[in-house]
């Protein structure tokens, strides 16, 4: 009676985990009177006579399916039968069928129902009030765990899908950033090639024919007796040879200047700043703190040329606003760079745009090593709020590490992340 008792407090929620006992019970007053009785302990009843729909209901939503062997016999009986032989992999309805038959009936029954449902429990009539009440209450709890392996089921499916479908996004957003790697390869090897393209027009153009002229007016000189005369031509050449000297210079001071290599790279961001203001009429401040020096060689090249890169971005579309140019320390480790302007901004998600553009491809550029070189990359701008470019970078070499046979080789660096903030004030 306890179990009895529990099952009545429990009424509500198995009307909720369909757990509804199905009476079929064509002949007499079997149905109302079974119903009648479960309903009194608790039990929720429905008496059905219904069509195959309905028994297609019945057969994934019932808790129970207490059936008479008239109900099981007739043609609506193996319609029924039908029906549960088609239910869900999960679902195995429970069968409790009422005979009053010898056992050679009981044994056909039994066979015909174990074919279709797989868990049937035969009662033989006149059957005892209480041992009605605890078949259906085992057969409920049969069924109770059958819905605890559809929930389990449904539960795996639904994980199945969220993992294919975050594999989806991954492979997508991989395929992605493979294009954008490739686009940026791409671009980058055109920037090398327009770069060896500018050396050799200025070779050619410039020192090539300074160094004609100096062959031709050498010719000249040798050719000529007066003394008088040889004097002017031997200045002319001394003024070309002059000139073809400080373009060489001036060619290598921009490829690799010395500044950055003897004093650092504190040094070199003032003289890069001198150089952009007199060549591009702007003013350049630097605030560079000589402590944060980064000791690894790779980071103190990239810095510089990151900033000289953004500098450039500055005058070109931050016209006539001036630039500012900070270095500091973060950690010991660490240090900072940024560039900042108060021209018109732009809008920082450009990077990340399915076509990068030329006027986005140095900033990607920039991004892309300060990542590989496990920093972060910041940038601060808006419509009409100028630009802040900010490179936070390792200042030293990456660990070595010994391997078994002897080789050094780099720790790998752990990926940043890469993050876009609100406008705050430098260029695209």
């Known amino acids: 009676m306890n179990d009895i008792t529990h099952d009545k407090r429990a009424r509500i929620s198995r009307i909720h985990k369909n757990e509804r006992v199905i009476i079929i019970a064509p002949v007499g007053q079997d149905a109302a009177a079974m119903a009648t009785l479960l309903d009194t302990h608790g039990f929720e009843t429905q008496i059905c006579n219904g069509s195959a729909e309905h028994f297609r209901q019945i057969a994934v939503c019932a808790g129970v399916l207490l059936l008479t062997e008239e109900a099981l016999e007739s043609a609506q009986g193996l319609l029924l039968l039908d029906v549960l032989k088609a239910q869900p992999p999960w679902s195995e309805l429970p069968l409790i069928i009422l005979t009053s038959g010898g056992e050679s009936r009981r044994a056909g029954l039994l066979d015909l129902a174990a074919a279709a449902a797989g868990s049937v429990t035969l009662l033989e009539r006149p059957i005892n009030a209480l041992t009605l009440m605890r078949s259906v209450q085992v057969a409920l709890r049969s069924r109770r765990r059958q ?116 004093h650092g790279l504190a040094a070199a961001l003032e003289w890069l700043a001198a150089e952009t203001g007199k060549n591009y009429n702007v003013k350049v401040t630097v605030e560079a703190d000589s402590s944060a020096n980064p000791e690894a060689a790779d980071v103190r090249i990239f810095l510089f040329r990151a900033v000289r890169e953004l500098l450039l971005n500055s005058v070109k579309h931050a016209v006539g606003s001036a630039a500012h140019v900070t270095m ?101």
């Open 328 to 428: 500091q320390h973060l950690r010991p480790d660490k240090l900072r760079v940024s560039v900042a302007d108060d021209g018109p901004g732009f809008d920082p998600t450009s990077l990340d745009r399915q076509r990068t553009s030329s006027q986005t491809f140095g900033l990607l550029n920039i991004r892309e090593r300060v990542i590989s070189f496990g920093g972060e990359f910041l940038i601060n701008s808006g419509p009409k709020g100028g630009s802040r470019i900010t490179l936070s970078l390792p200042g030293r070499p990456a660990p070595q590490i010994t391997s078994a046979n002897g080789a050094r080789r780099s720790r790998r660096r752990r990926l940043p992340n890469t993050r876009t903030a609100k406008p705050e004030s430098l260029v695209s």
């Open 147 to 262: 819905y605890q392996v559809r929930d389990l089921v449904s539960q795996l499916a639904n994980l199945n899908q969220t993992l294919e479908q975050r594999v989806a996004e991954r492979t997508a957003k991989a395929v992605e950033q493979a294009k954008k790697l490739r686009l940026l390869s791409a671009q980058l090897s055109l920037a090398e090639e327009e770069e060896r393209r500018r050396i050799a027009e200025m070779l050619h153009e410039d020192l090539q024919q300074l160094l004609v002229a100096a062959r031709m007016q050498l010719a000249a000189l040798c050719k000529t007796q007066d003394a008088g005369e040889r004097e002017p031509i031997a200045r002319e050449i001394a003024d070309v040879l002059e000139r073809s000297f400080k373009l060489t210079r001036s060619l290598s001071v921009e490829l690799a200047p010395p500044v950055l290599y003897e």
